[in-house]
């Protein structure tokens, strides 16, 4: 069983950003897809990004698509959320999540924690 813990969260003004990163423990990232979520106050928790577990395939939000980057580094046993011109609608607690499926799923079968990310106006 992997174990996986965010990191990177705050506070950052409109049009700034934010790399949250995602540490896991316990089994080799590189058997897991891993992928993002995040869920906002009074909202289901929702889809951000998805990456393989050869790091070749990326699947975004279109909410996000051109301005997060997702990525891996197997052998750090981590992976990234390269946020950029974050938005005020970005706000949210967001999720590192992992799965043995080619991507992740909409409900994944291992969760981080969560880490708060809000975006001034």
């Known amino acids: 069983q992997v174990q996986l813990v965010e990191s990177g969260g705050g506070l950052v003004q409109a049009g700034g950003s934010l790399r949250l990163s995602c540490a896991a423990s316990?089994?080799?990232?590189?058997?897991?897809?891993m992928g993002w979520f995040r869920q906002a106050p009074g909202k289901e928790r929702e889809f951000v990004a998805t990456i393989s577990r050869s790091g070749n395939s990326q699947y975004y939000a279109d909410s996000v698509k051109g301005r997060f980057t997702i990525s891996r580094e197997n052998a750090k046993n981590t992976v990234n959320l390269q946020m950029n011109s974050l938005k005020p609608e970005d706000t949210a607690v967001y999720y590192c999540?992992?799965?043995?499926?080619?991507?992740?799923?909409?409900?994944?079968?291992?969760w981080g924690q969560g880490t708060q990310v809000t975006v001034s106006s």
């Open positions: 999540a992992a799965d043995r499926g080619v991507v992740v799923p909409t409900t994944p079968a291992y």
């Open positions: 316990g089994r080799a990232l590189s058997m897991y897809a």
